[in-house]
C-alpha cells in the first residue's frame, strides 16, 4: 500500500454521505465545515444525486483556484475545466475527440516510449495511428525535441499528426522533466501546430530533492503572449494519483487552453456517457481544497502529506542504490510518480532463446522471473521501448522493506540468469 | 426529491469510507457487518483503492444471489455478471461491442419509439444505425411483435440488424410489460437471430397494483431449452434506478447469456476506460444485499422501500386522474419506472405555426409552455413518436404537492393554448 489514504479527506466523504455524523463529536470542525459548504452544493444535500451544477460549477471554480495557487499569477478560467471520471476516462475522450476517422489521411496521435499502456489502447480504439517518439533514457528520460521532430517528420508521410502526448512526472519512467526541456516542447508545438496533451497527474508525487513540478501551463504562459494565446493545451489531473493514491474513486480533471467553445459543445456529448461519481468528485475537491493553515487539520494533512512523499523518496533512492550496483542493470534517478524503469543487459543466448520461442526477450525474463520467485513485473514491452533495449517495470508503491526484499530476490534472480545464459 | 436515500445505504457507505465509525454507537449492528465484510474484500479495506477483486468477483457472486432471488430457481453465474461505471457506460458499451463500422452493410439496432434519449446518441456514437420499432401506444405501450417485425424487414434492405433493445419498465413511457409480450419478443429474436439487450435498470420500481415485473432472463428460461440454450441476452440494472434513485454513484450491472466467453476479452479491454468507482459499487452491493429478516435494519429498510413505492404509486395515479379529464390529454396507466409520456393533441393551427417557425409542434408547445409558466418539460420529439402524434415527458420525481400543482399549471395552459390555436 502507497500509504494511508489521508483522514481529512476520509472525514469529510463519511460526514457527505451520512449527515447525521454532523453532530459527533468524533471529527474535525474543519471537516464538517468544509462537508457543510460541499452538501449546499450537492441536489438534496445527498452524494446519491447527480448534482450537474457541483460537478459542472462549484468544482471547477475551486480547481481553478488550485490552478493559480500552483502556477502563480497565471488566470485559469473555471469555464475551461471540466471534471471528469479520472484519467483514464479523460485520455480516451480526448483522443476519440480529436481523432477524425473520415479523413484521407488518419489521424497521428505522438506519444512517448515508453508510455503509460492506456495511451496505445485509446489510440487502437479511436482508430487514430500512434507516432512513437523516444524519451532521453541517455539523459534522465528527457524528452527530446531532436527526436520528437523526426519522428514527425516521418509519420507525416503516412498520417495526419495533431497531437503530442507528454507524460510529466513520467509513467513509468519516474522522471520530472526540466523547465528547459517544457520550453522546447512548447515551441515544437507551436511550430508544428500540435495540441499538447499533457498528462500531470503525478504533479504532486514529487520526492526527489532538487526536482520541481512545471505545469506545462505555466511555462506557456510565461513563454508570453506568442506561444500563450496560440498553442493549444490540454492538462490531465486526477484524484487516483496524488501522493494518497485514492484510485478507487474515479474522478480527475481537464482543463483547456486556447481549444474553440465549439468543442465543448462535442465534449459535453461524449462526456454524457461518463457522469463523474459524485463522491469522487467530493474526494477530488477535497484534494484540490485541502486544509489551510490554522484550520484544525491542517498539522494532520500536511504531517500525513510529507510522510508520504519522504517514504517514496526513501523508496526510489533504496532502488536506485541497489539495482546500480548490478552490472547489467542501469537505473535512472526517480524523481516523482509511483513506478521506475530500469535497463537490463539481456545476454545473447537469451534473446536468441527467446526468439525461438516467440517472446520478447524481456517478456521471456520476466516469465522466467515469476516461475523462479514468485515476483510478477510488466516486461517493458508493454510499455514500448528502444529496439534492442531491455527493461522492467517496478513500482514504490510497496512498503520499503517489502520493496527491498522484492529487489534482492529480483536482482539474486538476475545474476542467476546472467549466468546461465552467458 | 423522489425520496430519502435509504439509511442503511448511506450507513453501509460511511463505515466503510471511515472505518473508525466502526466503534461508535450511532450505526445499527447489521449495517456494521456488512461494512465489515465488504472492508474485508477491498484492497487495504479502503474505498479509495482500485479493489478488482471486490468488483469482479465478490460483488458478481451477491448480484448472481439477487439475480437467483428474483428469478426463482433460475441459474445465474457470477462469470457471467459484469459490474459497471452506471447504466449509460453500460449502454454504450454494449452498442460500441456489436457495432462492425468495417462490414459493408452496417449494424442495425432495434430501438423503441419513444425510448430513454441515451440509446439515440449511442447508436450515433457508434457508427450503427437505428431501427425504430413504435410501442403500441393505444394498447398502454404494449412490445408490438408485429410492429417490430416490420421494422426489421424494411431495415434489413439497408443495414444488418444484430440488437433489439427493449426497456422494461418503459423509460419515458412508464409502462410494465406483460410475460406474453416478453415471450413473443424472445421468440421473434429466436426466429431473426437478434440478440435481445433487456433495458431492465427500473425493474425494482414496480408500484401500480397488479404489475409484476418479468425479467427476460426469467422468461426465456422458463420457455425451455429451445430458447434457454440458444438466445442471446444482455440484461441490464443500475444502482440509479432503484425505488432510491441513487445516480450519483455511476454503478450498475450487466448479465450476459448465451455469449461466448471471447467476448468477454475485448469487453474487458473497453471497460478497462470505465473502471466502476469502489463507493459506488458499494452503494451497489447494498442494493443487491440488502437487509433481511430479522436483520436490526430490516423493518426500517421496508418502511422506507414501501414508502417510495407507494408515493409514486400515489403520484402517477393523481397525474393519469388528473390528466384524462382533459380533452385532447390521453395518459396511459402509469406502473412503474420514473415518468410518463402523455399525447397531446396539439391544433392544427399550432402545427401550421410551429412548422413555419421550422420547430417540431411538440417543441413549439413545451417552448410556449415554459415562456408562459416556467415549466420545464422535455417535448416528445426528443424520445421519438409515431408521426402525426405529439407527446410531453414528466417525471414524477417531485413530491405530489409540487407535482400537483404543475400538472395544474399544464393544464391551465393546455387549454388556453387549445383556446388560442382553435
Known sequence: MLTQPLLYSLQVLALCT???LLESDGFPEDAKCKARSIMKQLDNGSVGSYSVAYITQHVPQRIASFIQRRDGAIPSDPRNIIVCSGATQ????IISLVTNTEEPLRTGIMISVPRYSVYMDAIVLSGAVPVDYPLD???EWALNVQ???ESLYIARKHCNPKVLCVINPGNPTGQVQSRECIEEVIRLAAEEKLLIFADEVYQENIFAPGSTFHSFKKVLFEMGPQFSKKVQLVSIHSVSKGFHGECGFRAGFLEFVNIDPS???VLYLLKSFSVPPVPG???LDVTIDPPQPGDTSYDTFIAEKQKALSNLGEKARLAEM???QVPGIQCNPIQGALHFFPRIHIPDKAVRLAKAKGQ????FFCHSLLEETGIILVPGSDFGQVQGTYHIRITIINPIEELENILNNIIGFYRKFVQEYS
Do not use: Q
Not at 520478447?360 to 517478456?363: L, M, R
Open 360 to 363: 520478447e526477450p524481456d517478456v
Open 90 to 93: 479523460g485520455i480516451l475522450t
Open 137 to 139: 533514457e541517455e539523459n
Open 147 to 149: 527526436s520528437m521532430r
Open 18 to 20: 451520512y449527515p447525521e
Open 281 to 283: 468528485v467530493i474526494a
Open 322 to 324: 541497489l539495482l546500480n
Open 263 to 265: 468543442v465543448f459543445e
